[in-house]
């Protein structure tokens, strides 16, 4: 007895994620979406906010229990110091508020715009420029309305700064770790997979 042929379903091509219809040619990592998403935003404006609140919070304690120019405490060679400056770190640009608020404003719209465009391509980006951003926008916050900012932090050996600067300086540095490390961890074109021994 002869059975009927039995006929056969046309084939669907296998095609996976992370490669291309003829499975050989790999998807651009520039294909994958890295610009902000929504729990990005979230994160970036819960650090930025926290660290925003943090350093009004120490400038308004300072500003409202010392005199300018007195001493309240002093660990080792850290003292707590009430000063105001008008330029930026250091002292820098000192009586140029409106160049350093201009400056400053330009600084923070360009990372907002960075973060926009790269938010998903390293985990630490809501926090480093989460922190960059609050320290950045407390301390344009004090040049626009008091036309200086309060620092409190002063080392016998360093310029006097707060929260802000500090905010700033580790965002920075976590925002260079993060490029470092990714750098590292990306694989090389033309690479070559080591045969084993």
């Known amino acids: 007895m002869i059975e009927p042929a039995r006929s056969e379903p046309p084939r669907v ?21 890295l610009g902000a998403g929504l729990p990005q935003w979230a994160s970036l404006l ?4 926290t660290a925003g609140a943090a350093d009004q919070l120490t400038k308004w304690t300072v500003s409202s229990r010392l005199g300018l120019g007195d001493t309240a405490t002093t660990i080792g060679p850290l003292s707590i110091r009430y000063v105001q400056n008008s ?16 400056l400053t404003a330009v600084a923070v719209a360009a990372m907002l715009v960075f973060f926009a465009r790269a938010a998903q391509s390293h985990p630490l980006l809501p926090v480093s420029l989460g922190l960059a951003i609050g320290g950045s926008v407390s301390n344009l916050v004090d040049r ?4 200086h900012v ?7 050996y360093w310029p ?9 300086v ?11 490390a ?3 961890t990306s694989p090389r074109v033309g690479a070559a997979p080591l045969s084993r021994l």
């Open 13 to 33: 091509p296998d095609i996976r994620v992370g490669s291309a219809t003829n499975a050989l040619q790999p998807i651009s990592s520039a294909e994958r979406p």
């Open 46 to 49: 819960v650090v930025a906010a």
């Open 87 to 102: 330029g930026i770190a250091f002292g820098l640009f000192a009586g140029s508020t409106s160049a350093v608020i201009v």
């Open 144 to 147: 626009v309305r008091l036309g």
């Open 150 to 156: 309060t620092d409190f932090l002063d080392f016998a």
């Open 160 to 168: 006097a700064f707060n929260l802000a600067d500090t905010f700033i």
């Open 170 to 180: 580790v965002g920075v540095g976590l925002l260079f770790a993060s490029f470092v």
């Open 182 to 184: 990714a750098d590292r």
